[in-house]
């Protein structure tokens, strides 16, 4: 891409950057790599360079691209300059005038990510084709770097940025297919079932207050798959009956005036999805914006009806216990 060549990089090809971020993008999960640490430190230390030049948007894309990586465990300093990058670009260009009622940013739901790097090394040629929802010059606008700028620190740190179409924290879907896979009954290659169930036991031990009821809805889900003959270690059922014992106390003087709940979904890895999305400020505000005829959140997640799925989930696990350990087996068990 000569074009690209001659006005955007002096030492590399767009093209080339472009497939080196999205190879990034794709292989986000990686821990501590030090060839992805180094392109996000350059792509920061460019943009820092210039945030308010013709060419922020580059690296403001190449970062939100990244994005995804930084907000798990880079190395040091990767995400303190990554985020100053941004913090300098969305300041230097979100009040720049504009004549435009809307920006692509606005859409730019987490699958729009993965046309990134086509956009990207279309959008510095006039003459490179062009078949987007928004024109090229929408895209180059600065208000709309400046709120793509916004994206990528508000996936980095969630709830860091406004004015930014909520996502699902980074991983939170992967966590959603993985418990789903488990719970029809093909766990992914590798998975151990029981630490799986436990550590969603330790997320409702450990959730903040506003994630706890999403975490619970979780628990509530894999409760049908611990109590069934596919898990036959009464820790893995300690686990949860701690987690949900310790739970209940918060809802231990809850009253309500609704005439009645929601039911949840009554499928297990429907239930797992819905609990971890609302296990995120994110998550909530996607299912507020998103839940058409579906219950409101208030109702879903009243206090007295969280209180009964805990008993219902603690009963059942209970039980399922006493069995485990009248045919001697389990283990001791607490």
Do not use: F
């Not at 990510?113 to 990207?120: C, G, I, S, T, V």
């Not at 992967?174 to 896979?181: E, R, V």
């Amino acid at each position: 891409m000569a074009y690209a060549h001659s006005v955007i990089t002096d030492d590399m090809p767009l093209d080339e950057l472009v497939r080196s971020w999205e190879e990034i993008r794709q292989e986000y999960h990686r821990l501590l790599d030090d060839t992805y640490d180094r392109r996000i430190l350059d792509c920061a230390a460019r943009l820092a360079d210039d945030p308010g030049g013709e060419t922020a948007y580059v690296w403001t894309i190449g970062l939100l691209m990244m994005a995804p990586y930084a907000a798990g465990a880079p190395g040091d300093g990767v995400v303190p300059e990554a985020r100053a990058a941004l913090e300098a670009a969305d300041g230097a260009l979100r009040d720049r005038p504009c004549e435009h009622e809307t920006h692509p940013y606005r859409e730019q739901e987490p699958e729009c990510d993965e046309d990134l790097a086509r956009q990207l090394c279309n959008l510095p040629d006039p003459n490179a084709a062009w078949d987007e929802n928004h024109p090229r010059e929408q895209w180059l606008c600065p208000r709309n770097v400046a709120g793509l700028a916004r994206i990528a620190l508000d996936i980095i740190e969630p709830g860091s940025a406004v004015d930014v179409p909520p996502r699902l924290p980074v991983g939170a879907q992967d966590d959603i297919d993985a418990l789903a896979a488990l719970l029809h009954g093909y766990p992914d290659p590798g998975i151990d079932i029981n630490e799986e169930i436990s550590l969603h036991a330790e997320e409702l031990r450990s959730a903040k207050p506003a994630d706890r009821p999403g975490r619970l809805l979780v628990v509530m889900a894999v409760t049908g798959y611990a109590v069934s003959d596919l898990v036959r270690d009464a820790s893995v059922l300690d686990a949860l009956i701690v987690a949900l014992e310790a739970t209940l106390p918060d809802y231990a003087a809850a009253t309500c005036a609704h005439d009645g709940h929601p039911v949840p979904p009554r499928s297990g890895p429907n239930a797992a999805a819905l609990g971890i999305r609302l296990s995120s400020p994110a998550g909530r505000a996607l299912y507020e914006r998103n839940r058409a005829q579906t219950a409101p959140l208030e109702h879903l997640l009243c206090p007295v009806a969280l209180a009964d799925i805990a008993e219902e989930s603690l009963s059942a696990l209970g039980a399922r216990r006493k069995e485990l350990l009248a045919r001697g087996e389990g283990g001791s068990g607490r």
